[in-house]
């Protein structure tokens, strides 16, 4: 098997037990770290030199919806009622498989120049089983780790996801399944307990959307019936009630927060906030590319700035002044985008950290400064020198591998031609 050590960086490894940020080497084997640490032994390795150069875990957008890139930026002065009628509404039934296939690769192509290694693709325009395996196939192409949460499109609150297409989805290496199902907000008790037992009997992360309301009746029967869980991870949780943030992180279960569609559609405030006061942390998705830019490292800076606006108002509105002392660090952002993504997937045994034993996924930063942590989380894709995931480069020298992007672009402008028309003004 093929070992690397990557010599001289700046390494973030997000580990608890390490500093914030160290001089050290990282020793790849195969697909595995094997080690990370000053002056590790080059025997047997191929030696690169990143000296100059930040070395972090891969970051991890947990919520996007990949099937939508080929609409880039058509919804940018949508709300959240704008995006349901137009998108879902209007546009969503004339997807064709191929248009699934080209929006997934792209859009994880476009995720693995950002330095986005794992992604959470949350795929719910799944009309027959030909969408399903074409954009399955389009995840897989792109050479990014994958988790395919199988969506539905919108339907009767009281129909049962169809486990059955669950169950017949092939797994990998670099890809693992869960189940993107309406949740209690857009369900019938009923239909939402039956949704979290499945996913529960099959030890799948069960992922929900959940924003502009309180939570309704379905929410008690799943507490009720004992299915909140680590395996639960609730998106977005705007209108969620402090008392219902607290339920579901003492159950384990995680949130994301895709915070700039959040606060530019209309969902609410992101839950930010509510969550470390509880002594707990988001995960960061970016939504979809139709409304949203697709760069995670944005996300973690507008939910940290938006959270340290509120911070300083509340203490503002407490003592006549700003707070003299930051509320939150650059550190903890960036633990929302790694470490927490991971978690909220079911990945943080594999991903979101660098140390012994974890998969080799992790991003090489051209540049350095005298707060390593800051520079990784001001980072853009021009700054994304190299991607690796397991063990693989998938970005070097600011260039993505073994992707005909021509071609790409050219079936995506294609797929953009199809859908448009459909799209209302």
Known sequence: MTRLLLRGAQVITMAPHRPG??????????????????????????VVDVADRIVLPGLVNAHLHTWQTALRG???????????????????????????RIGTLAGALSQLDRG???????????????????????????????????????SAADAAHPVSEVDRLPRGP????????????????????????????????????????????????????????????????????????????????????????????GHGIPVTGQLLRLGAAPSLGTDTDAVAPADVLSAARIALATQRGHDHERHRQDTGSFALTTTITAKQALTWATTEGARA?????????LEAGMQADLVVIDGSGPNPLATALYAGAGDIEAVMVAGRWRKRDHELLDADLGAVREQLRRSAAHLLPHVPA
């Open 174 to 265: 670099l890809l693992t399944v869960g189940m993107a199902v309406r949740g209690p907000q857009l369900s019938t008790p009923d239909a939402a307990v039956a949704d979290f037992r499945a996913a529960a009997e099959r030890g799948l992360v069960v992922s929900m959307h959940q924003s502009g309301g309180a939570p309704g009746p379905a929410w008690a029967a799943v507490r009720a019936a004992g299915l909140l869980g680590p395996g639960t991870n609730v998106v977005h949780g705007a209108g969620l009630t402090e008392e219902w943030v607290k339920i579901l992180v003492d159950a384990g279960a995680s949130i994301t927060c895709t915070p700039e569609n959040e606060l530019g559609q």
């Open 74 to 100: 058509v919804g940018a002065d949508w709300t959240l009622a704008d995006y349901l009628g137009r998108l879902h509404g209007a546009v969503a039934g004339r997807y064709r498989p191929e248009d699934m």
């Open 21 to 46: 940020s160290e001089r050290a080497d990282v020793l790849i084997d195969g697909d595995t770290i094997a080690a990370v640490g000053d002056g590790l032994d080059p025997t047997g390795a191929e």
């Open 116 to 154: 986005t290694t794992t992604l959470g693709d949350w795929c719910h325009n799944t009309p027959t089983p030909e969408h399903t395996d074409a954009a399955l196939d389009g995840l897989r192409a792109a050479g990014i780790r994958g988790v395919f949460l199988h969506g539905t499109p919108y």
């Open 345 to 353: 997937l079911g990945l943080d045994g594999r991903v979101g950290r």
